[in-house]
C-alpha cells in the first residue's frame, strides 16, 4: 500500500498543504480501504462491474455522469463558497483530497480497469477534486487573512 500518496499529492506548506490531522486522517482512509479489501485483485473486477453498473442506471435513468455529477458538485460549491460557514469548507475541502487520492489509488491498480469503467473519467475525477481542493482552499485561506 502506498500511503505516500498523499505526501506526493499535496504540498508541505502553503495554503495547500494538508493542516495537522488531515494527512493522517486521509492516510487512515487508505488503510480502510486496503483492510476492507477494497484492492484485492480478485476484487476490483467486483467493484468495477457496481461501479459501472451505477454510472449506466444513473445514465439511463436521467443522463447524468460522473463529469456531470462534478460539474453540479462546482456548481453548488461556487455558489456558496463565498458565504458558507468555515466548517463547511473544510469538509469539502476533505472530501475532494479523499476523493482525489481514492481516484489515484484506483489508477494505479490495474484490475478496476478489466471492464466498461473508464480510466479516463477517473482521471478527470482527480484533476477536478484537486482543483476544487484549490479553490476551497484558497477561499479558507482569503478568510483567515482578513
Do not use: C, H
Amino acid at each position: 500500500m502506498r500511503t505516500q500518496i498523499v505526501e506526493e499529492m499535496f504540498p508541505a506548506s502553503g495554503p495547500l498543504a494538508l493542516v495537522e490531522g488531515e494527512r493522517e486522517y486521509l492516510q487512515y482512509q487508505m488503510l480502510e480501504r486496503y483492510n476492507q479489501g477494497f484492492y484485492e485483485p480478485a476484487v476490483q473486477p467486483l467493484i468495477a462491474r457496481d461501479m459501472q453498473s451505477v454510472f449506466a442506471s444513473a445514465l439511463e435513468e436521467d443522463g447524468t455522469t460522473m463529469a456531470s455529477l462534478n460539474a453540479d458538485f462546482r456548481r453548488e460549491v461556487e455558489r456558496v463558497l463565498t458565504t458558507a460557514p468555515e466548517g463547511i469548507l473544510w469538509n469539502i475541502r476533505y472530501i475532494a483530497a479523499n476523493s482525489a487520492v481514492m481516484s489515484d489509488e484506483m489508477l494505479q491498480e490495474e484490475g478496476f480497469w478489466a471492464g466498461d469503467i473508464s480510466r479516463e473519467d477517473f482521471e478527470e475525477n482527480k484533476r477536478f477534486m484537486l482543483a476544487l481542493y484549490e479553490t476551497v482552499s484558497l477561499e479558507i485561506e482569503r478568510r483567515q487573512g482578513q
